[in-house]
């Protein structure tokens, strides 16, 4: 009966439906009999997002609910094949600058309205809109015809060259040709919005009993710090294939914590597996244990605008030659990542990744070059070179720092010192240049092509962290920016790694891998690349 | 007495305001800004974003916009969930805390005072030695162990229990949490209760009135009991609002959207106006706790009431 009632009184500002209300309480007083006819997914969502407004969010964690409430004019299958969501049908033009969508007419909003093409352009102008202040503006559609400058305030919003032909057709126009367009506009933001409920309900447009949404999904209540529940938007066009009626994500921010939370019962799926857990579930619960590569980077980087690693090429190599990369993910990190000896994860889409030249080289071969490389880098034994090494706070950062400390002590007898700092410390501390030397960051793939990892490192990318500055790269990478082939584009990309990992602006240490507890009885599961799993792709079987 | 209190209240203004102004202070010295992440935004979105938050302006600027607010009840939007204002996060995580915070004290003080008699009344005995040795492990070990112990013995293993908040019902969801906040607690209260007990028997008006001749019970009830509980109250005050704001460790384990559970994440991600919020709750609540324990040591004890 509590149950019931707490139920209810958290959804006091939604309006539910009378059936619903006493769904719930049947659920909740009549037991398993009546529980049984409405299937509730339980998953492990990590820290809180931070809004369900889909322009005013970035992290994965509101990623993962905006994609079940939302759907954009694509998104991905359960295997992580991008398709058509939104949209039916699309005709890219031979320059590929334009884009002409077809909308599915029986496309819905959760009220019942009709999603139309002025709704894809209505959030696509608040997206670039600087009064929204949206994060992903640039990075979803930077490249459409006059974004950059209405971002910067110097073009109203109505200019942007997004255009609804009539209520079904959408045609976009770009800057310049770029191949994976259509996976941006997977992103949630890149959803369309209900103009009707933004106008009228303004900030609070995202919240239980306001937000109205195209997904399978409808927001139904969102206790801050606690967890977000949805459930099934009836006027969802695909409504007869979501098999889940009502999914909870829980917010998990500790993943000690949460992992005892699914062995209790009270999760059907993780978001994280603890390390210290890991070789405890593989072998206790082998079959639960989701294990897939993941695209994103772990890396060291070097402050390149500074002595030591300023034009000292050697020295960089060196100090990446000496790290037994396998050592550090089968003992350190341990949880099945693949050592990494490039930028471009493996598993991206149409592209060959590069690896650093002595990446087939014996260990000990590797450790004689390194050795070489670092005496030649000015440094002798007789006058070692003593590093910083910055990470945030993490047991796992440290474990790998101590790792990479002592392999560098051993091949090359580098001391070096480690700092741990507050993760916005740490940020502060790389942005600003000045007494960064090695730190560690990370870089997790927007949509699955090597452009999203290699433009991270162009000249005036912002999140370039370490300064390089290439021009013969920044080159490359503008020709593949052009270019309409996408032989000729890989090709352009993969010399443009190659570049790169000449270069060592980094030290790449692993790819990581996408790690998650699914319990049995979730069906439908699909392992990916980019680690999306939409609730209305999975299914619970009665195994209770 | 009411003047005392009223001025107690007014005297607390200034102390209010400089604790908002050392934390806006702080918070703002601290490295990194709230929408700073690994992944660098472009600078005309980093510059769309301050204007936005008018974190643009001058830092005395902003601290007057937000006392200003602050005049007008208005406490600011949360930088971090842009979908609500930091009244609407303290509104929704004070009660909690508090409903567990009450139910831990009053637990506390139940078995603790009670753990604290009997081991007074029967000094040096076995009992006695139990009960300070089990209060003795309950000061030092810490929540932090206790608290994953508990649930992996009760939840994981047993399934007596919820793991989490959102994993059990009303009543269920707040044994463990409650217990968990109470322990360190009832350990405390029983020490206390049983120290100041045993001062209190020894007394020489407790030796008067045994030698009239009363019952050891209605010695305790109508003479030891009221003075026993002088150094329990004062000590209370400081508890309750230590419990209301400390309980920042049981909220992380057991995924309770309370009070101190905002604190950190507004810490960590630099939310300045959700900080200063609970700053300000924290500080009314140490406040006004101390205030009400004085106003009862005076109620209780009438020398006090006297000067």
């Not at chain 1, 209505?122 to 979803?140: D, E, H, K, M």
């Not at chain 2, 329990?232 to 057991?254: K, R, W």
Request: proline letters at 5%.
């Amino acid at each position: 009966m509590n149950h019931g009632l707490s139920l209810i009184k958290h959804h006091s500002r939604q309006r539910l439906p009378i059936l619903a209300c006493v769904a719930i309480l049947l659920a909740a007083c009549g037991g398993a009999q009546d529980a049984k006819q409405e299937s509730v997914l339980n998953r492990g969502l990590g820290a809180e997002p931070e809004s369900l407004d889909t322009h005013k969010a970035r992290t994965n964690q509101a990623g993962d609910v905006q994609r079940d409430l939302g759907e954009g004019l694509t998104g991905y299958a359960a295997d992580g094949q991008l398709e058509l969501a939104a949209a039916e049908r699309v005709e890219v033009s031979e320059d590929g600058l334009q884009y002409t969508f077809w909308l599915r007419p029986e496309s819905k909003w959760s009220n019942g309205d009709s999603v139309t093409a002025q709704d894809f352009v209505f959030s696509f102008r608040r997206l670039v809109n600087p009064a929204t202040a949206a994060f992903y503006a640039q990075q979803s559609l930077g490249d459409v015809v006059n974004a950059t400058e209405i971002v910067a305030g110097k073009k109203p919003a109505d200019d942007l060259a997004v255009e609804a032909i009539d209520d079904l057709q959408l045609k976009i126009t770009l800057n310049n040709a770029v191949p994976y367009f259509l996976a941006l506009l997977s992103h949630p933001s890149t959803f369309p919005m209900h103009r009707p409920s933004i106008e009228l309900h303004g900030d609070a447009h995202a919240r239980p009993g306001n937000l109205v949404s195209n997904g399978a999904y409808r927001l139904q209540a969102w206790e801050v710090g606690s967890y977000i529940e949805i459930v099934r938007n009836e006027h969802y066009r695909n409504n007869d294939q979501t098999a889940i009626d009502r999914v909870r994500h829980h917010i998990t921010p500790e993943d000690a914590a949460e992992l005892n939370r699914y062995r209790a019962g009270e999760l059907d799926i993780t978001f994280s597996v603890p390390s210290e857990a890991f070789q405890q579930m593989r072998k206790e619960r082998p079959n639960e244990l989701r294990v897939s590569p993941y695209l994103a980077v772990y890396y060291y980087g070097f402050n390149l605008t500074k002595p030591p690693f300023r034009d000292n090429l050697k020295l960089r190599q060196s100090l990446s030659m000496a790290i037994d990369r396998e050592t550090l993910t089968e003992k350190v990190t341990a949880r099945g990542e693949a050592p990494a000896y490039g930028w471009v994860p493996p598993g991206t889409n149409n592209y060959e990744p590069r690896q650093f030249l002595y990446a087939n080289l014996s260990k000990d071969e590797r450790h004689r070059k390194a050795r070489e490389l670092y005496r030649e880098a000015v440094f002798g034994e007789d006058k070692p070179v003593s590093l910083e090494i910055r990470y945030n706070t993490s047991q796992g950062h440290r474990r790998i720092a101590l790792a990479v400390q002592s392999m560098w002590r051993e091949v090359l007898g580098v001391e070096s010192t480690l700092i741990n700092e507050e993760s916005q410390v740490l940020i502060e501390n790389i942005r600003m240049q000045d007494v960064t030397q090695v730190f560690r960051s990370s870089w997790t793939g927007d949509y699955n092509d090597a452009h999203t990892f290699l433009s991270v490192m162009e000249s005036d990318n912002p999140s370039n962290l370490t300064g390089f500055h290439n021009d013969e790269y920044d080159g490359l990478m503008d020709k593949a920016a052009v270019q309409t082939d996408p032989r000729v584009r890989q090709v352009f990309l993969e010399e443009a790694e190659k570049l790169l990992l000449a270069e060592h602006p980094v030290i790449p240490l692993y790819f990581y891998v996408n790690k998650n507890m699914v319990s049995l009885r979730v069906r439908g599961w699909g392992d990916n690349v980019l680690n999306y799993h939409y609730s209305q792709h999975l299914s619970l079987a009665d195994t209770d | 007495m009411l003047r005392y209190a009223l001025l107690r209240i007014i005297g607390a203004i200034p102390t209010l305001l400089l604790v908002i102004a050392l934390a806006f202070l702080m918070v703002h010295a601290a490295p990194g800004g709230p929408f700073d992440a690994e992944r660098v935004l472009p600078p005309e979105i980093e510059e769309n974003i301050a204007r936005a938050y008018n974190l643009d302006e001058s830092l005395p600027q902003q601290f007057l916009r937000y006392l200003g607010g602050l005049v007008r009840g208005d406490l600011g939007p949360s930088y971090r969930y842009r979908d609500y204002t930091v009244a609407e996060l303290i509104g929704n995580a004070l009660p909690l805390s508090m409903q567990l915070g009450v139910l831990a004290m009053l637990l506390a003080i139940v078995a603790g005072i009670a753990a604290g008699l009997t081991a007074a009344l029967s000094k040096n005995s076995f009992v006695d030695r139990l009960v300070t040795g089990i209060a003795m492990t309950g000061i030092s070990v810490p929540v932090f162990v206790v608290a994953p112990v508990m649930v992996l013995v009760f939840a994981v293993y047993l399934h007596w229990l919820p793991a989490s908040w959102t994993g059990g019902t009303d009543i269920s969801r707040l044994v463990l949490p409650v217990v968990a906040l109470a322990l360190p607690q009832i350990a405390y209260i029983a020490r206390l209760t049983r120290a100041s007990m045993i001062g209190v028997l020894s007394s020489d008006y407790v030796r008067t009135a045994r030698a009239q001749g009363l019952k050891t019970s209605s010695i305790i009830r109508y003479h030891a009991l009221k003075p026993a509980m002088l150094p329990l109250l004062s000590y209370m005050g400081p508890a309750l609002a230590g419990i209301l704001t400390g309980s920042v460790v049981v909220e992380q384990i057991f995924g309770i959207p309370g009070l101190g559970q905002f604190f950190i994440r507004g810490a960590l991600n630099r939310d300045y106006t959700l900080i200063l919020g609970i700053v300000i709750v924290y500080a009314t609540l140490v406040i006004s706790l101390n205030l009400v324990v004085d106003l009862l040591y005076g109620i209780l004890d009438p020398r006090i009431r006297r000067q």
